[in-house]
């Protein structure tokens, strides 16, 4: 059953007395000679599922069944013999009647309930005789013949965008008298189990209008909505799934970008970007400007992981980063999770940014690209196969190397830049119950730094998955992912020295989960999922006959992370919601391997290895049972205003190398093993969540989150060359706590949202900075956010973003001392001091070209400045003795506004 | 991955910019700074005791009246004595260094505070094999024709198979020469200057302001080719005529290598996008009266090897500002007689021959030493 705002008109215009179909000319048994239209009704619906409707007082009508005859034949009968009317819509639903039917709208039909009552007509009384509507459309689930046993109705079906038919992920569909609800997967499936009766329903999601439908459910059936777009001035600049499902969920933490949101934002040169758009929400921030990592309340960007329709990437970043590694044009949207991830994902403390690909256009083929000052990118997407298939495909890359060529300046010639990536989705609905989705990524990197080094990276993956549906209630998914950073260069920065080195991470993921809806107010998922790593650690080697560099093999390394979990989401009543989960993980380091024994863990050096082991391949080197947990609930103060609170425990197995400012691309990752032990946390939080009449929302959020055994970096350590990590890093704790304040409004001309965020990141680690517990890098305490959109025509928008933040943390200089009779620079404790405060504003508009929908193409200049005010944000500060005085310097990256100017085109018009 | 991405990222930006900035010096505590070394060399040695100071007050700040000793594995005990400021020097009649004997410092401060060094080695010394010169022009967007002068390398080898960690100290001595010569002098009657080139040739030597380290660990043998040292240009005078580099080099133990690799990646730091973070290098010395109390600086042991080598710039290129006598020099030569006594001498040149009009310049024009040189040609000079 297929249900659209349209739905009327095409009913209406498709009713006909003599529409009687050929499935209609099917022979009726002899059997059900003398029976009842009841009887009748009961074999029609088991024959083909052809629902017949009539007044239940015509139930009893006795039917006379002859010879062959058809099942026309009999209702053509009954209809003469008993002056009724038969109409056929176009789903095949048969409707007998003892009036005839409207063949217009009601005048009052979409008026609300208490605006229609005592004004209901002939015509609608007889349309469907015994439905009263109440607002929306009527959409009715199963037959009341199928339906007579059973006291559970489970709708099931899809979201899709009525314009493109892309399945919409996020949509929430609430049922208003029940206070309860679901929401769509990735491939915009839904499934609700609600007791018989009729029902409002309520779907929201994002960009589209609010749909209210009414629900008859008799039994179980599938329910498709197609969602329609808001009317331009209103579609944009909204960052969740929708306000109300923002106060009714139980989860906290989680935020939403879509890629039109991201359109809107002012671009840095000229290039959209999604995950860069995420430092505008609360509780996301970066260590410096320019650069690709993101710190989520207070962590290191290593406590993050990005999954692209189920493909872990590793490095995220084009250019060191500068811009994100993702092909805008195929991208969909990003969930953020920042706390209370779900129970699903294992191996991450802090985030999960679950990032989703465009699904492809079921309907016809399409063409979009873009132009931007250095890159451009091309997307087709369409069906194939009788719409069964679809496919989508997007490259881009850059022709930087042509823009570095024309600069001429010391040390920019010679040197280059480039960067490609590219998205391949295809997804096959075998059937209405079984779905196949494979996406494929690729992303690369190549940069010639004249005289110092060449170097290249690159990220590949792919993933398959398989979506079953179990009786349109339950369901069930299987896939499988596997993605491969690499890392290479070529330096050439000391004489004789010149070496090669390289790494490698590789990562094969298998997931099973199965989402079970028991009963109404339960939601139960319940799956496992394994991880294979495959390091390859790289080594250092002679890059010519003349480098004295001696060989160094850092070896390999390998283990498992598995995980069985179980989350149950119960809707105790309106006002309650409460959501439980647990996880086991199980983690194995795995040999070949030979490691270091060390007389004192906490203080290694190659002076206190007491002995060495080795390992044959697949002995466990170590192993370790780690259970997680996840606990949240809601309750509803009203209608528009709710409380929620969640804990969780995460471990995480795998930390990156890192001792600069910004994680470089050549950092190694590295596994826990016996000597640096996996990393545990919690994450509490509270908040506060309301609706502001619809039109906007405001939450408060509080979290504390605590960190063991958190990975640092000794003062001094070498992570580059030296084959032994753990000697190069010490453990200790990370606390971090904050409170958020996000006021969004996603309707009217003007939209956007506003937050503040109050965030402290300490850590302390016995051995650095003598045990003295020092802010993180990322301990940005205030920051503050503000994105605007103006819609000022249907063609013309505006947007605007205003940034501040805390200057981060940085070790300072502080006194002066001489050795060798030059003097030297002293520096304070780690991160005693800070840079000076960010602050920048971003100014964009969009123009469209002509609305007409019937064109063959169509385009939009989007025109930005970033830093419109040229402040010169410090990226870093540092010191340099020059004649006999220590010189203070500051970096800036972006010292000056940044203008840019963007095409995207489209072969046609249409909404995306 | 040493990653000078900022000039990549400049360039797409195309709007980076380094900047002054006032550093903030709230949190300076004054420290203990100690700096010695005890070599297999014959003696004096020399320890150097200070106090470091402000970021905003670059000056070496000696530190004086300390009670400083040195004592061996066995027990033995020498003492050094203040001859001058800050500086502790031992008797060279009773201390030499010997190879494989292990030392420790002491000091006592006035104060009653008491700091010893950790045990330092010294190593059998690796032989330096050769000092080598190299022509090379660099860019420089201060200079529009670049930058023309020699790049200096160093070469060592060693037969031991172990593991050596080096720290090179370079002195740069050359010859150079004022403008013009002393044709007259005046000191209220004007008279011929009795040595015309007196105050023209000049020798000065300096220590290389930077830090050359290197560790053949990670590398196959002992040899050392090619480790650069510094690179000298024709902005100075310094290449103008003879230059002669002296390089010592020290064979250290790991931590002393540390210490001023260490240092030496602190001083690289130009707060790059991938840099690494800036830390505190602490030395060997500790307080043993106050666990509290830092002190700066490392006390070494080394086995040392040194080489000179001479050096001609034949390239020409020469960049550096020269005197040139223009009118206003030649009208001042008239007023020196209506000088004051407190001026005196004045010093007049006639030009490069002695035969043009007589000048009078400024003093760095006509008097090498203000260079920072001495007259005296040095022992080793050719």
Known sequence: MRISTAFYIMLVLMLSANAIKAQISTRVPDSLNGKTLDDLAKWTEEFGRMPLYYHPNLGKLSIQVESDDSLGSILHRLIREENLHLHEDPRAFLYLSTT??????????????????GKEDEARSGYLGTISLRGGPVVIAGTKQSGAYVKDVTIHGKVRDGATSAPIFGATIRVNELGIGASSDADGRYSLTLPQGKYSLTIRTLEMDPMDVTLIAHSDDQIDFEMSGKVVGLREVIVSADARSNVERPDMGIEKLSVSTVNEIPRMMGEPDIVKAALLLPGVQSVAEGTGQLNVRGAPSDQNIFYLDEIPVYNTTHLMGFFSAFTPNALNDVSIYKSSLPSKYGGRLSSVFDIGTSPGNKDQFKLKGGISPITADLQVEGPALNNKLTYMSAVRSTYSSWVLNLIDAPGINGSNGAFQDAILRFKYDVDDKNSISTTGYFSRDEVQLNGLSDFAYENRGASVKWNRSIRYKHTFSLSAAMSNYAFREENVQTQARHFQSNYQIRHIEGRAEL?????????????LNSIRYDLNLGGISPLNAESLIKPIDFGAEQALESGIYLEETWTVNPRITLKGGARLNLYQYLGPNSTFVYTDPHNRSASSISDTLDFAKNDVIMGSVDPDIRISGKYSLNELTSIKASVSRAHQYVNVLSNTVTVAPSARWKLADQNIQPMMGWHYSIGLFKNIREVAEASIELYYKEVEQLVDFKDGANLVFSPFPEMEVLQGDLTAFGVEFMLRKSLGKLSGWFNYTFARSFVQVEGINDGVTYPSNFDKPHSVNLAMHYQHTTRMSFSMNLVYASGRPITYPTAVFYQSEFPLTYFSSRNEFRI???????????????????????????FSVYNLFGRDNPFSVFAVPEDGVINGYQLSIFGSPIPSIAYQFKLGNYAR | MRVKSLLLLLAFAGTGCIKPFILENESYDELLVVEGVITNEPGPYEIKISTSTPIDQVIYHAFEDCEVFVVDGSGNRFNFYEFETGVYTSDSATFRGQIGERYRLHITTPQGEMYQSTWEEILPPMAVLDIIEEYQEKDDPNEALGVFGYQFYVD????????????????ATYEYRADFKIDFYYEGVLRPFPRRDLFYVCYKTARIPEIFTFSTAGQAGSQIRNKALHYEDTRSRALTYNYSLNVRQLRVGWQAYEFWDE??????????????????????????SNANDKALGYFMA?????????????????????CVITDANIMAYSDIFRSAPSQWPIYVTAGPGGVGPRAVVADPCIDCRKFGGVLEKPAFWE
């Not at chain 2, 037969?159 to 002195?171: C, M, N």
């Open chain 1, 100 to 117: 005839a039917f409207a063949r217009q709208l009601p005048s009052d039909l979409f008026i609300p309930k208490n605006d229609a009552e």
């Open chain 1, 515 to 527: 989402v079970l809806r028991p009963f109404t107010q339960h939601t139960v998922h319940v799956g």
């Open chain 2, 156 to 171: 060592a080898k060693d037969a031991s198979t172990d593991s050596v960690h080096l720290i090179w100290q370079v002195d």
């Open chain 2, 302 to 322: 080394a086995g040392v090897s040194s080489r000179r080598e001479f050096f001609r710039w034949n390239f020409g290129k020469f960049n550096y500002p020269t």
């Open chain 1, 836 to 862: 000076p405060d960010y602050m920048r504003c971003d100014i964009g508009m969009s123009l469209e070209g002509s609305l007409k929908a019937k064109k063959k193409f169509h385009g939009t200049w989007h």
């Open chain 2, 263 to 288: 240092l030496k990646q602190l001083k690289e730091l130009q707060g790059e996008v991938f840099d690494r973070q800036p830390f505190q290098v602490n030395g060997n010395i500790t307080n043993t």
